[in-house]
């Protein structure tokens, strides 16, 4: 189910706003188990399904140009949107190969908080833009003969991305582009956060280059 509202601005703004709600069968998730063959301890992997799942979410987003600011502001611009959602999901948990009970977590690879914000700044000859990306903690891999305490969690991520272009010519545009600036890690701990599993941080990447317009 799902119900929207939206508000067309001017200078091609709008503003929107809806909650929504889904049923879930058969999610396909992924199950960790410690298993042992010819006397060895294996870590297996695989994909597994749940019987039933659900989520309750609610959504806003907003763009707008400041087109009624005084000189140089006018160009300037904003967009954003957030999203929270409730979900919940029945794990089977193991002892000696038995299932003896369910425990309730949230739904694999779904944060609970999502949001984008973006500043730009856009004329005839020239365009940029920086913005913010946050996703909040998520299930990662469940292990089911384990229990919730050794469930991996992906943690909280908030990148810094900025690009930028300037028109030469009517064909010829020169570009920038720089992702993770801010050189945000990607973490993931074990049952709770000071339980750190790994960590891996990829520096900022980028790229600069002109593009030529054929036609």
Request: aromatic content about 16%.
């Amino acid at each position: 189910y799902d119900l929207m509202f939206e508000h067309y601005l001017k200078d091609v703004g709008i503003f929107s706003a809806g909650v929504f709600y889904k049923v879930l069968t058969n999610v396909i998730y992924s199950n960790q188990a410690l298993v042992d063959i010819g006397g060895e301890s294996y870590i297996k992997t695989n994909p597994d399904n749940l019987q039933s799942a659900w989520l309750l979410g609610f959504e806003a987003g907003i763009s707008k140009r400041f087109t009624e600011l005084p000189g140089i502001l006018s160009h300037f611009g904003f967009e954003g949107n957030y999203t929270h959602i409730q979900s919940e999901v029945e794990i089977p948990f193991f002892q000696n190969g038995v299932e003896t009970q369910t425990v309730k977590t949230t739904l694999p690879k779904q944060a609970k908080h999502i949001f984008n914000a973006i500043l730009f700044y856009e004329s005839n000859k020239f365009m940029a833009r920086i913005a913010g990306n946050f996703k909040g903690k998520y299930l990662n891999e469940i292990r089911s003969s384990a229990g919730p305490d050794h469930y991996s969690w992906f943690d909280n991520n908030f990148t810094v991305d900025f690009s930028s272009s300037y028109a030469i010519n009517t064909k010829i545009r020169l570009f920038l582009e720089l992702n993770n600036i801010t050189n945000s890690p990607n973490r993931f701990y074990m049952g709770q956060r000071d339980r750190i599993e790994t960590i891996s941080y990829a520096s900022f990447r980028g790229q600069v280059g002109l593009t030529y317009t054929i036609l």
